[in-house]
């Protein structure tokens, strides 16, 4: 049996012309939410060329403990990331044994070159400090004066470049009623050397590699044979102290009064039993 021929009326024309209507209206509608999602992504900010904000302004040269990472951030409380330097001998300091802690030894600082001496470079690392951070410094280096250093006066030693702008401070040692690095004193028997500070300093210097190590001993002076080995377990020292035989190696063959350095008992033996008056064995 044939279906019925659909009978064409203006009714249904109108409907045809309104479902068309309302396809070409959902046509437009896309398009136009199209070429406004090409028009914002066209319009998008270009971040090219922005920096972060609050960049430091401040920050430290660290040449002795403070090359240290984990010493370095144990005084910031988090962690702080620095990078490797050096600054120049124009500077006009030594890096040397010449500050005495209250608590019995004798500390890296910086002084002026003695009659017949030249300045010399000293490689350290360079770290940011601000607010809280550059206090906790600050307190860390009692004794010390913070003075600043020249931009022109230290260099990048890695691939990572200095700040382009900022002040680089640094810890020199002031004795009472003296200019900065003047007047200070060499270690003795009552203010040793002790191995545990020249591990930090050394262990930190190997993060950046031995050769950086090394130029840590070579730029330093006043080596003493008052060098007392005060390690955990000092004859035994790898059992706490994975990296003691790479320290050791590099004073061995860079540190003068190596061999001098004593073992607790040998060193108060020799140096604080002595009849009073009576010079040291």
Known sequence: MSRPKR???????????????????S???????????????????????????????????????????????????HPVAAIPVRVSAAFGYIRGWDDRSPSGFTALGLRRPSPGESAMTINGVLYPAEGAAMTAFDARERGYVRLEIPHADIEPVSWEALPATG?????????????????L???????????????????????????????????TKDWSAYWLNDRDLARRPWVFDKQSAAVDGLLASSAP????RMFQEDYTAKYLMCPAGAPPR
Do not use: M
């Open 7 to 25: 009978q064409w009326s203006w009714r249904s024309a109108a409907r045809h012309c309104e479902a068309g209507g309302r396809v070409g209206k």
């Open 27 to 77: 046509r437009r509608a896309f398009l136009l939410v199209l070429l406004l999602t090409v028009s914002l992504s066209a319009r998008a900010e270009d971040f090219w060329g922005q920096r972060l904000p609050d960049q430091p302004v401040n920050f430290i040269f660290g040449y002795g403990s403070l090359i240290n990472t984990a010493s370095r951030s144990a005084t910031a409380g």
């Open 167 to 183: 002040h680089i401070w640094v810890y020199v040692p002031e004795a009472t009623g003296k200019k900065p690095g003047t007047d």
């Open 185 to 219: 004193p060499l270690p003795d028997a009552h203010f040793p050397i002790l191995q545990s500070y020249v591990d930090v300093v050394i262990e930190g210097g190997l993060e950046y590699g031995p050769s950086f190590a090394r130029e840590i001993i070579a730029t």
């Open 257 to 260: 009064h190596f061999h001098d």
